[in-house]
């Protein structure tokens, strides 16, 4: 089967620096993207990986091992706004399906 | 642009009922999803679609039926309600699968079946 895994939970502080890992089991591997989504909303896209290494757009990275099928979510500059559901994504070349990881809850303390 | 859009924002079924939820982009995208969310579960596929003409199931595809006809619609149907469709529903659009990574995803329906 395919499973995507992130942690639960994560806090971390105002100002300071967050990552968020996923690692994956999937039947073929195109990408991996990552989703924002705030309490009551929709998800919305933040960045995507589809080669190793690093992607980076203003204060979030995300990066790419497909050796070690894992990915990262790294947030910088931690906002209060920040706070939300992060989701991992992976879309399958081998069926044309993208699943998502369960979410991991991002705590921002002051 | 509207983006993706989904009707009824709210719905309340009775078990047994059936009903449809509507999805629609104007972003001429070949690529659309259903997902539903359920708390401590993420987003789980229920059914996407290449293409119009062409639906595939996803992960969790029983109890929904899904149709394409046109590149713009991507109704979801619920064939007889039963309590654990009770969810969020979501549906999602990008240019195509493969390799774009960006879904754009529609406000959501909350659903609630008693």
């Known amino acids: 089967g395919q499973s995507l895994e992130q942690p639960s939970e994560v806090t971390a502080v105002e100002g300071a620096i967050v990552q968020i890992n996923c690692t994956y089991q999937t039947s073929g591997f195109y990408g991996l993207s990552w989703y924002q989504q705030h309490d009551g909303g929709a998800p919305t896209f933040l960045s995507y990986?589809?080669?190793?290494g690093l992607e980076e757009t203003g204060r979030f990275s995300s990066f790419l091992s497909r050796s070690d099928s894992y990915g990262y979510l790294l947030l910088q500059e931690l906002q209060m706004k920040d706070s939300a559901s992060y989701f991992c994504a992976v879309f399958m070349n081998r069926d044309d399906k993208i699943i998502f990881g369960k979410g991991t809850r991002l705590h921002i303390l002051p | 642009n509207a983006g993706v859009t989904q009707t009824p924002k709210f719905q309340v079924l009775k078990t047994g009922q059936s009903m449809t939820l509507q999805c629609a982009q104007d972003?001429?995208?070949?690529?659309m999803s259903w997902y539903r969310q359920d708390p401590g579960m993420g987003l789980r596929l229920i059914h996407y679609s290449v293409g119009a003409g062409i639906t595939d199931q996803g992960e969790v595809p029983n109890g929904y039926n899904v149709s394409r006809s046109t590149t713009e619609d991507f109704p979801l149907r619920l064939l007889s309600a039963a309590p654990s469709q009770t969810s969020v529903y979501f549906c999602a659009s990008s240019y195509s699968g493969q390799g774009q990574g960006e879904q754009y995803f529609g406000p959501g329906t909350r659903l609630t079946v008693t």
């Open positions: 990986n589809g080669l190793d």
């Open positions: 972003m001429n995208h070949e690529y």
